[in-house]
């Protein structure tokens, strides 16, 4: 869960709703994207998008696209009938045909306008769970929109991370962090201006989540970068041996859910 500061001087305070940092991360996300280092260019989108497969003739839904351009891609290797949402509005200019954008809360995903009555093939949160308020509610309406052979692709930051952070920051083990209940706020690595504030989670509590939707774990990664990438980028790849990435699933619902 992530809460926003909007005075990085002051003492954190969580805010109500966890999606109100991205309203402004929005654009300075996808800038640290199209940098030639981003993790996300290295590790991220390749490992999701191979664990995608083909998506010709298929429809796809992006929970939290940020600007669509992930999306575009995938329209233009054929996916049809495919719609981004996000709460920031910051879209593509101009989208590809077969690429319909919508500005909406991935928190009530059930009641996005343009989106009742629709099913697709797969379904993505790629980074943007952890801003759900309810995160189990949110998979439940995604799991609803589900075609019966679809799936959804789930990514989340290793919590391993934030442990090995609030480690350091507080003196203490990583074991203690690891499982902390406390929340815990840091300065936007996209936005030094902006203060977040996240509940901490273990890689159980995500398990559980997915469980309580209804949801079964098909196939989970933990993507690393490639040879070439480590020779060319050793900064990314010291980063990675100490915070380890991201983990990636597959899931599908549970029979008799």
């Not at 989340?156 to 480690?167: C, G, K, L, M, N």
């Amino acid at each position: 869960m992530v809460c926003l500061v909007a005075n990085s001087e002051e003492s954190p305070t969580p805010a109500a709703d966890p999606s109100r940092p991205w309203l402004q991360l929005a654009p300075d996300y996808e800038r640290a994207r199209a940098k030639e280092d981003s993790l996300d260019r290295l590790v991220e989108w390749p490992a999701q998008r191979e664990l995608l497969g083909d998506v010709a003739g298929r429809s796809v839904l992006d929970v939290g696209c940020g600007n669509g351009g992930k999306l575009a891609e995938l329209v233009r290797d054929g996916a049809t009938a495919s719609v981004g949402v996000d709460i920031s509005g910051n879209f593509l200019s101009a989208p590809p045909p077969g690429l319909e954008l919508i500005q909406g809360d991935l928190s009530e995903l059930d009641s996005v306008p343009g989106l009742a009555g629709r099913t697709f093939d797969r379904i993505l949160f790629l980074q943007s769970f952890g801003y759900a308020k309810d995160p189990v509610r949110t998979l439940q309406a995604a799991r609803a929109m589900l075609t019966d052979d679809g799936f959804i692709l789930l990514t989340r930051t290793q919590p391993i991370r934030y442990a090995v952070e609030r480690s350091e920051r507080n003196g203490t083990s990583l074991g203690e962090e690891y499982f902390s209940t406390d929340e815990f706020s840091y300065r936007s690595g996209w936005n030094d201006d902006i203060i977040l504030t996240k509940r901490a989670y273990t890689i159980s509590d995500l398990i559980n989540e997915f469980s309580a939707a209804g949801l079964w774990i098909e196939t989970a990664l933990e993507p690393q970068l490639p040879a070439e990438a480590r020779r060319r980028y050793p900064h990314k790849q010291e980063w990675m041996n100490k915070h380890l990435g991201i983990l990636i699933f597959k899931l599908r619902p549970r029979p008799g859910h």
